[in-house]
Nanobody, 124 residues
Framework: QVQLVESGGGLVQPGGSLRLSCTASGSIFSINTMGWYRRDPGKQRELVAA???????NYADSVKGRFTISRVNTKNTVYLQMNSLKPEDTAVYFC??????????????????WGKGTLVTVSS
């Protein structure tokens, strides 16, 4: 079974930095897009950043210039470097991957998998 495991969340003061990591494991053949989404009690889930296997990136307007997404394909890992954090960045951050994998001898293509989430709290 495929699993996405996030790490790196925690409590940080405004203006501080944090780096999130997400590693996919299992019988994975390839991963196209990996991304980070976030959700807090007062808002709908939103895309924070995404990156393709070729390195193309996309960011939410609210994080441009502050967050950087990157990936190491050989490790099936995606990172989100978050700088100049603001209280409004507080949310549960979820890792997502569009991937191809095998299960019981069958192959599945273009399946979206989600991590359990990691909490980021920006507060004094």
């Amino acid at each position: 079974q495929v699993q996405l495991v996030e790490s790196g969340g925690g409590l940080v003061q405004p203006g501080g930095s944090l780096r999130l990591s997400c590693t996919a494991s299992g019988s994975i053949f390839s991963i196209n897009t990996m991304g980070w989404y976030r959700r807090d009690p007062g808002k709908q889930r939103e895309l924070v950043a995404a990156i393709t296997s070729g390195g193309s990136t996309n960011y939410a307007d609210s994080v441009k210039g502050r967050f950087t997404i990157s990936r190491v394909n050989t490790k099936n890992t995606v990172y989100l470097q978050m700088n100049s954090l603001k209280p409004e960045d507080t949310a549960v951050y979820f890792c997502n991957a569009d991937l191809d994998y095998s299960d019981y001898g069958r192959r599945y293509y273009g399946v979206h998998y989600w991590g359990k989430g990691t909490l980021v709290t920006v507060s004094s």
